[in-house]
Structure formats: C-alpha cells, structure tokens
C-alpha cells in the first residue's frame, strides 16, 4: 500500500450521496437489498452492522444523477468474501452434480 499526503482542497468533483445501499448477505448466498435515505454514512454502517445477523454486508453511497436515470453505486465497504468466492462444482464421482464454495481464480 502507498499512502501520500494531501492537500484536502485538491478535488475536482465533490457531491454528497442521495442514500446508501445496504446488501445483507446471509449463509447459502441469500443477498437482499436495502435503500436508506436520510441518515449519515455512520448511521448507515450500524444499521448494517445491526442487521446482518449471522451473515455478511457491504455498504455503498447511492447517487441518483446518472445520466439516462438509473443509481449510482460507490462501494464504501468490501464485498462480502462469499459473493466474491463463485461456486465450484466439486467432482465426487461419476455424473455427481456436488457443489462446492471456494477461490476459483
């Protein structure tokens, strides 16, 4: 990792996010989705954090001003390791169809 230091004045584009986007991932790759409006990024976060229960989440600044409509995403939070970790098939013997979880890259 490089980190350098600058100047907080130095940006081109600064806008505040219309929301956040909270994706609640529970065991077996169950995602849901939640918009929240009218609270600050900590807030956000401890609703994530109170909500996802024996699961995961991942938390992005949503931004309503996308050309042609549509929402713009700005992931404030690594996804969670198992939407990132594809299903494998697991080969456990002939014709078997087994999955498996695991880094296929």
């Known amino acids: 990792m490089d980190a350098e230091s600058v100047v907080e004045r130095d940006v081109e584009l600064e806008s505040q996010p219309d929301g956040y986007r909270v994706l609640l991932v529970r065991p ?6 939640f918009n929240l409006d009218d609270c600050t ?23 309503r001003d996308r050309p ?7 992931w404030l939070t690594p996804p969670p390791e ?9 080969p456990r013997g002939p014709g078997s169809s087994a999955m498996a979880w695991g880094w296929s890259g």
Do not use: I, K, N, T
């Not at 077996?28 to 989705?33: E, N, T």
């Not at 198992?82 to 697991?90: N, Q, S």
């Open 41 to 63: 990024a900590g807030e956000a976060l401890a609703w994530a954090v109170e909500h996802q229960g024996d699961g995961d989440f991942a938390l992005a600044a949503r931004y």
């Open 28 to 33: 077996g790759r169950v995602v849901s989705a």
């Open 68 to 74: 042609g409509g549509g929402v713009g995403l700005m």
């Open 82 to 90: 198992e939407l990132m970790d594809p299903p494998v098939r697991a």
